[in-house]
Structures are given as C-alpha cells and as structure tokens.
C-alpha cells in the first residue's frame, strides 16, 4: 500500500549501501522535475520510523526540489524481511553485485543470518553468497567508499584492480593508494586501466608522479612511451608481461590444486564459482594462444 510521508521521518542508516552515480541523478532531477515521482519509496517501518532500502536518488532529488513529501510503500516492520524483500526484486531493480553484497553483508553480521539460511531465503546457492561476502572482505573500506560514493567506477575495479589483487599478489594498500589518488578525477575507465598498468608494473617514477596527482603528466607519458631498445612497442611490453605472469600462475594453480589442506566448504564453494567462469574460457584461450604461438613462430 502506497502513502504519502514527510521527508522528515526516513531514517537514512543504509544510504551508503547504495552506489551513487551523479549523472544518473541528473537525469532523475529532470524527470522528476517534469513528471514528479512516479515510483514509490521502499522501507521498513520501526519504532516511528521510516528506515528506507530502496529510493535514496528519488529522496535525494525531492530534497533538491523542496518536495517535502513523498509516495512511500512499507516493506513491513522487520528490517531483515524488508532487506531480503529487496534483494529478492534485485533483478527487476539491477542492484549491482556489490549492492547485494552490502545487503548480505549485514543480514550475516547484524541480523546473524547463516549462509546457508540467506542462500535458502533469497533461492541462491551458497556460492552465490560466499562469493559477495567475500568480495567485500577482500575490497577492504576505503576502497568500497571510494567506490559507493561514486568516485571511483565500480567497472575500473572489477576489471582493472581487482585482477591485480588476485593474480600478481598486489597488497591491498598499493590498490588503496592507488585508488586515492585517482578516484574523483573524472578518469575514463580506459585511462584508468593505462594508469594502473603503470602503477603496479611500471617504474618507480610512474608510481610517485601518479600519487602526487600528477596524472596529466604520467597519462601523456604513457602515450609518448618510445620503443624499447629490444625493438618492443608498449602494447608488446605489456603482453609479454601478461604471459609471464600466465605462465607463472598456470604453475603455482597447478600444484597447489593438487594440496590435501584443500578442506573448507567455504573455500570450496567460492573455488567452484570462480572455475566455473574459467573453465567456461578455457577453450577460446587454448585456441587464442596456440593461434599466437604459431603466428610468433613464423616471424
């Protein structure tokens, strides 16, 4: 049942676990603006007041507009119910995979729900589960604020940084470092993928330059960088670092793969996710790299 409520009676306690994206609220101003707000706001309702799950661009944007009223539809009195009620219209409402992830975060933590009680409430397997409690646990804060308040692109993480956490061993507080010094910039995500290959595999210079904030500067390097006295090109240098680091992996998964302290249901579960998504490239790898292996060989 929809109705209408004060401004004044939202709790905001769960605001930061929705990602901001600015551009996106400008286009929900206009709209609004015009039209006013066509879709209710979601809570759950306790002790006289309104805690809100679902709509804190709408709240935001009426704020804007001194719209001090808004449509407003209860999720009940239970904040556990109303977060799993939100996930579960999570493919209807596109929460991103760490959207969810805060949600399961605090239904394990505050409300003590198990993994195996969430995966059964939301009709998720437990590596569904597993593997976004532990995408949080290995961000670390101040890169997930980072990238919650919309300074830094959850893709440029997903993508770029956190394959350098988990295939080349990169501490986490080089990718915090890192991170604070390009967050907030207005970066592309591809200017982003060109400072971080720099940062964590280029020289010494790169990385203070680019702390210092002097990112002008390092991006028009990387576009000047001349050929190697080897007679590499840039884009080269770079492959060829990425096979070595391939071959050197490819050994280490190999053997350890093959280790008895392999126990944990935990590790197990996230483990069969993660080979799953490898596995399913497997084949168009083998064939990419025997393809550059003979093409290599004909030179």
């Known amino acids: 049942m929809v109705e209408e409520a004060d401004l004044s009676t939202f709790d905001l306690r769960y605001e930061g676990y929705r990602m901001r994206n600015p551009a996106q609220e400008a286009r929900l101003l206009a709209s609004i603006t015009e039209r006013g707000i066509e879709e209710a706001l979601e809570g759950v309702d306790v002790e006289g007041r309104r805690i809100l799950l679902n709509g804190f661009k709408r709240y935001r944007c009426a704020r804007k507009l001194s719209l001090w009223t808004v449509p407003y539809a209860s999720l009940g009195d239970d904040t556990a119910a109303g977060i799993i009620a939100v996930l579960r219209a999570s493919n209807h409402r596109s929460l991103s995979i760490l959207e969810e992830a805060r949600f399961i975060e605090d239904l394990r933590s505050l409300h003590r729900l198990s993994v195996a009680a969430i995966a059964e409430t939301l009709s998720r397997s437990k590596a569904w589960v597993s593997m976004r409690l532990g995408l949080l646990a290995e961000m670390g804060e101040r890169i997930r604020e980072k990238i919650f308040s919309g300074a830094f692109p959850v893709y440029s993480y997903m993508y770029t940084l956190r394959p350098f956490i988990r295939m080349n061993g990169t501490e986490r507080q080089e990718v915090e470092a890192f991170t604070g010094a390009v967050a907030g910039k207005k970066l592309s995500v591809r200017e982003i993928e060109q400072l971080a290959h720099g940062y964590f595999r280029g020289p010494e210079w790169f990385r203070r330059e680019g702390e210092a904030g002097n990112l002008a500067l390092v991006l028009e390097r990387v576009k000047r960088v001349p050929d190697a006295p080897d ?31 392999i126990q944990t249901r935990a590790f197990c579960a996230q483990a069969n996710l993660l080979l799953s998504g490898i596995l399913s490239r497997l084949g168009a790898f083998a064939q990419t790299m025997r393809s550059l292996h003979d093409r290599t060989a004909k030179a």
Not at 238 to 252: T, W
Not at 253 to 261: E, I, L, N, V, Y
């Open 231 to 261: 007679g590499t090109n840039a884009f080269e240098r770079v492959l060829l670092g990425d096979l070595e680091i391939v071959g050197k992996y490819m050994r280490k998964t190999t053997a350890k793969s093959q280790d008895p302290r």
